[in-house]
């Protein structure tokens, strides 16, 4: 009966590691394919021509790539500025204030994060549609697609930067806050030399993948346009190349390149949280 169980163990150990082994391959392989693709020297994104690096040469000569590429870093980095503002002010008021239907509150905070993207998408542009834009109307203003952008990253973004801010805050060490009050402080003054220096890593980390998120991101800002508009980001320069007859391997050299973006602030992000907790 031993050897039995340490054979049935082992066959479904090997069974496990088989099981990871192909879901990694099945999430990953075509991100590879898409990587080795954007080094091909055919004029068609889906055909292999050898290697060459004529798709990026291409991709920097396109005259559209630098104004998307300046659209995304400067919605991005706006957005993100905003969002760390207000989503580390959310996180010290839920951890150190006592607010009224807080329950409520909190969930509202962490809807975004939950809904499908394409929903939240959908529910901006008719927010912007039938409330914000009427409303500007009136007022002799116009909401152009810029802001609305904004608006859209902004939001789905504070609770990113909200959750990370707030976890570090739970294991903040209170003691040290008290001592700055037995020393004499202010609430001002423990608060910008005492909470805010300790959790500086955790509101740069949750910069990082708010920064993140609105460099990627599609729907929102896809539909904070109304798809009609001549703003394009850069995923939205990626979606009017798709939309060609022929594909151009520029669109896989981008892609690569944003994913190689990706990776880099989200791995910088995770660092800074590691960190952190072992702070």
């Given at each position: 009966m031993g050897r039995l169980r340490r054979w049935a163990d082992r066959i479904i150990e090997s069974l496990l590691v088989l099981d990871t082994l192909l879901v990694y391959?099945?999430?990953?392989?075509?991100?590879?394919v898409l990587v080795l693709y954007s080094f091909s020297a055919s004029r068609?994104?889906?055909v292999w021509g050898g290697f060459s690096l004529d798709p990026y040469r291409r991709l920097f000569a396109d005259p559209e790539i630098a104004p998307a590429l300046l659209n995304s870093v400067v919605v991005a980095a706006v957005s993100t500025a905003i969002a760390t503002i207000l989503g580390t002010l959310l996180a010290l008021a839920f951890e150190r204030a006592r607010l009224r239907l807080q329950g409520s509150v909190e969930a509202l905070v962490y809807l975004p994060i939950v809904i499908p993207e394409i929903v939240m998408?959908?529910?901006?542009?008719l927010f912007f549609a039938q409330v914000l834009r009427p409303f500007f109307s009136a007022l002799g203003l116009t909401l152009g697609p810029m802001?609305?952008?904004l608006l859209g990253h902004v939001t789905f973004s504070i609770s990113y930067v909200m959750v990370v801010v707030r976890a570090r805050l739970r294991d903040l060490d209170r003691s040290?806050?008290?001592a700055a009050f037995d020393l004499g402080a202010t609430s001002w003054q423990v608060l910008r030399r005492v909470t805010l220096p300790l959790l500086a890593p955790a509101i740069l980390s949750g910069a990082l993948l708010a920064f993140t998120l609105s460099l990627d991101d599609f729907y929102v800002t896809y539909?904070?346009?109304t798809g009609g508009s001549g703003f394009k980001t850069l995923p939205l320069y990626l979606y009017a190349l798709q939309g060609r007859a022929a594909i151009?391997?520029?669109m896989n050299a981008l892609a690569t390149l944003m994913l190689l973006?990706?990776?880099?602030l989200i791995a910088l992000a995770l660092l800074i949280q590691r960190r952190t907790r072992r702070a």
């Open positions: 391959i099945f999430l990953y392989l075509p991100i590879g068609y994104a889906l998408a959908v529910g901006l542009l802001p609305a952008v040290l806050e008290e539909f904070s346009t151009p391997p520029q973006a990706s990776v880099t």
